[in-house]
């Protein structure tokens, strides 16, 4: 059984909150994404990801990790078509969502938002950041340390 909330908070460092969720019980679906800061139109990107996502799992007849990787790829086609509009250049946002089917749970991430699973009294962290000091940092065994300071 799936039980899940949504809350969105502004956060400490923008003025605007550029975060889009939608929890979707008939899809079996829970979809959190979340505007990059800094850039133009964050908050709209985040709204089309969570649309397209929800939009291609009702209309798919499978439930399954292909499935879901093919939700991310309309996500992607969307917002990369909106980012052509010159006020909303530069938009992205991340993306991360759960898709349920009978007794399996599949997770995909981009970006910096985050998978927890929670279970039997326990929260696990279960996706890993893109982020430069995951994708590129750990590689050049930059010391943890020194990765927590890294700009």
Not at 37 to 50: I, N, P, T
Not at 62 to 78: E, I, P, Q
Not at 102 to 128: E, I, K, P, W
Request: proline share 2%; hydrophobic share 45%; net charge negative.
């Amino acid at each position: 059984m799936l039980n899940a909330f949504g809350l969105t908070s502004i956060g400490c460092r923008r003025s605007n909150n550029e975060d889009s969720f939608v929890l979707a019980g008939d899809a079996q679906l829970c979809v959190v994404s979340d505007g990059m800061g800094g850039a133009q139109a964050g908050e709209v990107a985040a709204q089309l990801a969570v649309d397209a996502v929800l939009s291609h799992i009702r209309q798919s007849e499978s439930r399954n990790a292909a499935t879901l990787v093919a939700a991310f790829n309309a996500a992607h086609n969307r917002v990369a078509a909106a980012s052509l509009v010159p006020d909303r250049k530069g938009m992205g946002c991340t993306l991360v969502a759960a898709l349920i089917d009978r007794m399996m749970l599949f997770l995909a991430n981009v970006g910096d938002s985050r998978g927890y699973v929670f279970s039997h009294g326990t929260c696990q962290h279960v996706t890993a950041d893109q982020t430069w000091i995951n994708e590129v940092g750990r590689r050049l065994e930059i010391p943890d340390a020194e990765l927590k300071q890294h700009p």
